[in-house]
Structures are given as C-alpha cells and as structure tokens.
C-alpha cells in the first residue's frame, strides 16, 4: 500500500510482513466535548483498520486518552469537581460516540494517568544521556542536542525560535526546548526522583506508543495541527530515548471548514459529534468524512451534507433491493465481473494514498447502477446471490451500516403488506395507503411496489 509521507514528502509503501501493522493514534484530551474534527479523524483511521483488515492483515491499533493536563485541571476548578470527573465524563461520552459512528471495537485506549511510571522511566533516562534537563519548574528536553529536529514539520530552527519566544520560561535553556514535567505540588500530582508534578503533553504520547506498540510502529496518525509541535516534539524525545526511528510513516488528516470557515473555539462554530450524528445520522457523517482526500480540508456545509445524505439513501435502497431479489432465476447481466471489477477498483483506489474520495465515487457509480438495475427488476435471486456477498465488503471497509428489522418485526410487516396487497388488489386504496403510512410510523420503514404486486421494504436511518 503507497501512502504519502509527511516526513519523508515522498510516496512511501507501507512494508507488510508477517506481523501486526502497528498504528498509533494520537487521541483526544478529555476535557470537553468532542467534535466534528475528532469524528473525521477517527473515521478516516476507522477505514484504514477496516481496509488493512479486509486485505487478511493483522493490525495493533491504539489510541490514547490524554487525560491529565491543564485544559482538564481548569476546568475540573471551575466545576469544583475531581479531575478524574471531568476526564471520564468526556471519555465515556468519546467512546459512545465512536461506537455510534460504527467504529471498530477492536482499539486498546490507554490512558495517561495509568502510564506515568513509564514516563518517569523515560525522563530518567533522557536526563541521563543529557537530553533533558531539570530546573525549578520542571524537566525540559535540550531540543538542540536533537540534531533531526523539524524533520517531520519541515520548520526551520529560526521559525521555530521567533514562536517559541512568546513562551518564555526564563529557567529554559533555550526557548525551543519543551517540557517532559512540569513540578507542581497542587493536586493531582505524582512523585518522582526530581520532585512532585505532572507530565508534559507531548511525553504522554512517546511512553504509550513505545509501551504498547514498541518501535518503530508502521503508522502514526493524527490531526494536521499535531504535525508541530506535539509530534514533532514525539519524535525528539521517543528517537533520542530509543535510538531507533520512532514512526516508518506519518498520516496527518485535513481539518475540517465550517461552513469555508476555519472551525474554532473563538469564532463560536464547533460542532460537537452528538449535534451532527443527532441532525444527519452516523452513516451521513462517515461519507461525508470520507468524500475528501484525507489530507486535504473538508468542507461541513448544508449542500455537502444533503449530497452525502443523498448517497446514504441510494445505498440504503440499494441494500434492500440485494436483500429482497426479484424471485426468479435468471441473470440479466453479469454480475460477478461487474461487481469484482468495483470491488478490485476500490482496492486500488485505497492503495494509492488512501484515496477515499475516488474509492467511494467508484462504490457510489456501482450502488446506481445497481439501483437502475432493481428498477427495471433486473435484481434476481442469481444476481443478488453474487453481488450481496461483494456489495457488503464495500460497506464493511467503508463502515457503513444499513439498519435492519428483527425477525419478529419482519414477520409483522410481512402481514401487513400481504393485507396492503389485498386492499391493493381491490383497489381500495385509502386502507392500503393507511397501512404504508402506520408501517412508516411503527418500523420506520418505506416500501417499494414492484411489478405484480411485489412490495418489499427499506428501513431508513433518521433523520
Ligand atoms: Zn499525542
Ligand atoms: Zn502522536
């Protein structure tokens, strides 16, 4: 698989062997509400694992919480609540979340507050190779003794230097250094050799990713705005600690525009996860998130939005056309071809940098197709028996997921439509018309007339 490489600015393959593909996640710091941002992050890594896995490869996914810093010891004073309040609330409230957005459950999330002791194992060996540095605020790493610093940003010493001075700590040695610790003995802290305090960000991320995953792990991934300096900062400390490279490739995914406006806290536009899943649906979000590079910006807008909801709807016809074939036997037109050819199509596009914008516009031209096919009840037992199997491979990678009946709700909607059929028949149409609308109601379920009385069904996502 090719994937385009921050680091090296070339296109890299990923290098597969028998063992486990190693993806590590920069996750979120729990301390408010996630937001559309996370969501297509998540879902962008979401596809990646459900593709790698599609393929027979094995894959160790992690993605941390960041659940001791700053952001959440403020806000934990301000509600005057424990810490451990405010960083579970937001926790549990993430997970919820992913599980509706259809994420795989197969992710270890460890969280900082339970890897300290590793931290402080990693401190205490930067300090003693002379990366780090202790002085009365806390433990700083010596970013000039790293000599591949701004690798991955591609920043110069000298731009970094002009930002780095609005910071000042004056018991830095140098503005760019950074710090593993900060020395505090207000609660929460934990004890080390140097003195009471807490971790820095950035060493949170090194010490999980080594732990868990060792090194050097295949892919690390996260938002564009981590490139600098928390993985930048990643690299430093991680590279000086082991001696080894720390991540063979780096996958950075775009920010997302609200509206051609850069989503932020001070313009006031954030859309948390639960605000988009609730208006549009989890399966609206997920193809809106993957109908952009995942590189580039993504654009949350109404049009954008009512196009993606547009494609859910085809696909959710789609699903129930395959589900319910024309009962004969026939095979009007080739399907296995057809439907591999998409298939291997789709493949392709994901191997060349992860394209899911192209792979989606291919499955998007299949599921019409398919639909004009259902329309002209060219959809037989035969061809549904071929392409469904195929079809529900493309949904699985792109982590779509069509809501279905049990087998008690089948079997009354069943009932209802042999007796809509029978009004039908009769032509008494204010009672059939009465039953599609309480099946509406009751299942949330559209029906489909076909010829000679064939009626099927297609439950659709709210809203
Ligand atoms: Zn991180
Ligand atoms: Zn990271």
């Known amino acids: 698989m090719k994937l385009y490489n921050t680091l090296s600015k070339k296109v890299d393959e990923l290098q597969i062997n028998d063992n486990h593909i190693k993806i590590y996640l920069c996750g979120i710091t729990v301390y408010d509400e996630s937001h ?61 979340a992913a599980s509706r957005l259809n994420v795989l459950e197969e992710i270890h999330y460890p969280k900082a507050t339970d890897n300290i002791k590793y931290m402080i194992e990693i401190i205490k060996s930067l300090i003693d190779k ?16 790293f000599s591949h610093y701004g690798k991955l940003s591609k920043k110069t010493s000298d731009s970094i230097e002009a930002g780095a001075r609005i910071d000042v700590d004056p018991t830095k040695r140098d503005p760019l250094d950074f710090a593993l610790w900060k020395f505090s003995s207000e609660p929460p802290f934990w004890k080390t050799p140097w003195g009471t305090g807490r971790p820095g960000w950035h060493i949170e991320c090194s010490a999980m990713a080594l732990k868990y995953l060792g090194n050097p792990i ?75 590079h995942y590189s580039k910006p993504l654009e949350y807008t109404l049009s954008n939005l009512v196009e993606s909801q547009s494609k859910w709807r085809m696909i959710e016809n789609c699903f129930y ?9 026939e095979e009007p037109f080739e399907a296995l071809n057809f439907s591999q050819n998409v298939l291997a199509s ?5 191997e060349n940098d992860f394209n899911t914008a192209s792979a989606l516009s291919v499955f998007m031209k299949f599921v019409s197709e398919l639909n004009n096919y259902a329309s002209k009840e060219h959809i037989t037992i035969n061809i549904s028996n071929i392409v469904f199997p195929i079809f529900r491979k493309m949904l699985y990678i792109f982590g779509l997921k069509v809501l279905e009946l049990s087998n008690e709700e089948t079997f009354d909607v069943k009932n209802h439509i042999f007796q809509r059929n029978v009004f039908r028949k009769n032509k008494e149409f204010k009672k059939s018309d009465i039953i599609r609308v ?26």
């Open 218 to 292: 295949d892919i690390h991934g996260g938002g564009n705005d981590l490139i600098f300096p928390h993985h930048e900062n990643e690299i430093a400390q991680s590279e000086s600690f082991t001696g080894n490279e720390f991540a063979k490739i780096w996958m950075h995914s775009g920010m997302v525009n609200i509206n051609s406006e850069k989503m932020s806290k001070s313009v006031g536009n954030i859309i948390s996860i639960d605000h988009a899943i609730h208006k549009w649906g989890p399966n609206t979000i997920r193809i809106l998130c993957l109908s952009a």
């Open 346 to 350: 789709i493949h392709n596009d994901m």
């Open 36 to 96: 559309i941002g996370h969501a297509r992050t998540i879902i962008v890594f979401d596809v990646l694992h459900r593709y790698l896995l599609s393929k027979q490869l094995k894959v160790k996914f992690v993605q941390n919480f960041t659940d001791i810093d700053d952001k959440i010891i403020k806000k934990s004073k301000s509600l005057n609540i424990d810490y451990k309040e405010v960083s579970q609330k937001y926790i549990k409230q993430y997970l919820d």
């Open 130 to 145: 002379n990366y780090a540095y202790v002085t009365v605020h806390g433990i700083y790493f010596q970013v000039k003794k």
């Open 321 to 329: 056309e395959l589900q319910f074939p024309n009962p004969t036997n």
């Open 438 to 463: 309480k099946l509406k109601e009751k299942y949330g379920i559209e029906l489909i007339d076909h010829k000679n009385y064939r009626t099927i069904w297609k439950k659709v996502e709210k809203p």
